[in-house]
């Protein structure tokens, strides 16, 4: 097989820059380890900001998101029993999020690339990265017991934290920076219509709260918990109970329903650089993981690849080489702002781990700045909606 971008990974990044590639004119084939059902049913992320909404609208995959997404113009921050409203819509003039999750954007880009023509081969195995240290990488891996080979001119390592790419750079080629936080989210879908038409971020004694959403009928919510919880002590009259104590404020009243899911997340920063080395780059959770609590993990991916299908498409089109020797660099400074935002609000949000009732009372002091403060909220929403895409 021969193809010019060798995309691994079929999440958000793979499957939208393989999309923007076609709109340039430019060939690839995506290569995915799991099922198209798994992909396509898997819960991730749920926000969406507002540059990423735009991006899907302008080329032409975000036509059932402007019907089923959920738009919101604001969110609740609550604390010491109260709630705080973040007016984004008026603070950055009109921006704001879209509730729709992960798995409906995997559906509509691959239904999107199957139409075109798209070459995405799902349940591969064995699949290993090769040569792109030179200039004709390839891409060995087995498809229905079969090996088999895909020549390219570039390999996008977007297959995820766990994935396969980052792992095959030489050792010491890259710098990692990390921080793993001493906490956890215990996460859970519920057949229940939200409690409220925006999304809660509680700060409590007892641990940071979550109240969100993934359709009118769903509701999505977290729990702060220890990093090695035992799923098995959470029943669900557990989970509801503690609910009903972090999110409690006067007149709220917290719809309950079945669970039909339920997970711990842990909660982690990590940045590799430089997200590229030869003719291998990466982008998307294989370069870099943030905490969930700035909802800026899928929207990062998205930012990564429109960066990187810009530089492929100057390279093929008068051979200007620039840009892709700097896509790392222009990634990364948007990456690090999410990096802040997102460990900003982790800070701001969850319970120390020491108890110190310092922490707690700095906690309280910054939260009633930035609800008090117009400047401190503007800062906030812009940071929440998304930085406008380069």
């Not at 008026?90 to 559906?107: A, F, H, M, N």
């Not at 009928?217 to 503690?242: G, K, V």
């Not at 079945?258 to 291998?280: D, H, N, W, Y």
């Amino acid at each position: 097989m021969r193809t010019q971008i060798g995309i691994v990974g079929a999440g958000p990044a793979g499957l939208f820059l393989s999309h923007l590639l076609h709109l340039s004119g430019i060939e690839s084939v995506v290569l995915e380890s799991r099922s198209r059902e798994h992909i396509e049913n898997r819960v991730r992320a749920g926000v969406i900001e507002q540059g990423t909404v735009d991006l899907f609208n302008e080329t032409g995959v975000g036509e059932r998101m402007r019907k089923e997404g959920l738009v919101h113009h604001g969110f609740e921050l609550r604390f010491q029993g109260k709630g705080h409203r973040i007016d984004m819509f008026q603070l950055t003039g009109g921006r704001c999020i879209t509730v729709y999750g992960q798995q409906e954007v995997i559906k509509d880009l691959v239904a999107a690339r199957l139409k075109a023509g798209g070459q995405i081969l799902f349940d591969v195995d064995t699949l290993t990265v090769h040569d792109f240290d030179g200039t004709e990488p390839r891409i060995l891996f087995c498809k229905d017991g079969e090996a088999r080979e895909l020549c390219c001119d570039f390999i996008a390592g977007c297959d995820g934290f766990h994935g396969i790419c980052r792992p095959s750079i030489p050792a010491g080629a890259l710098t990692f920076y990390e921080r793993a936080y001493p906490f956890a989210w215990l996460g859970i879908l519920a057949a229940a219509a939200p409690s409220s038409h925006e999304l809660i971020y509680a700060n409590h004694e007892r641990g940071f709260a979550l109240h969100s959403m993934r359709s009118p009928s769903i509701t999505r919510l977290y729990l702060q918990c220890a990093p090695d919880e035992d799923i098995a002590q959470w029943p669900d009259a557990r989970i509801w109970q503690e609910l009903r104590a972090r999110l409690a404020a006067q007149d709220f009243a917290l719809n309950e329903g079945p669970i039909i899911q339920k997970g711990i997340t842990l909660m982690r920063s990590f940045v590799a650089e430089p997200m590229q080395f030869g003719r291998l780059f990466l982008a998307g959770d294989s370069a870099h993981i943030v905490p969930p609590t700035g909802a800026k993990g899928m929207n990062l991916a998205i930012a990564d690849v429109r960066l990187l299908s810009r530089a492929f498409a100057e390279y093929y089109a008068d051979g200007n080489k620039q840009p892709l020797d700097g896509y790392s660099q222009a990634c990364l400074r948007r990456v690090w702002h999410a990096q802040h935002f997102s460990w900003w609000m982790t800070s701001m949000l969850h319970k120390p781990e020491s108890g110190n009732s310092f922490d707690q009372r700095r906690q309280f002091a910054e939260l009633d700045n930035v609800t008090r403060s117009r400047a401190a909220a503007t800062n906030l929403a812009e940071n929440y909606c998304g930085q406008p895409l380069d």
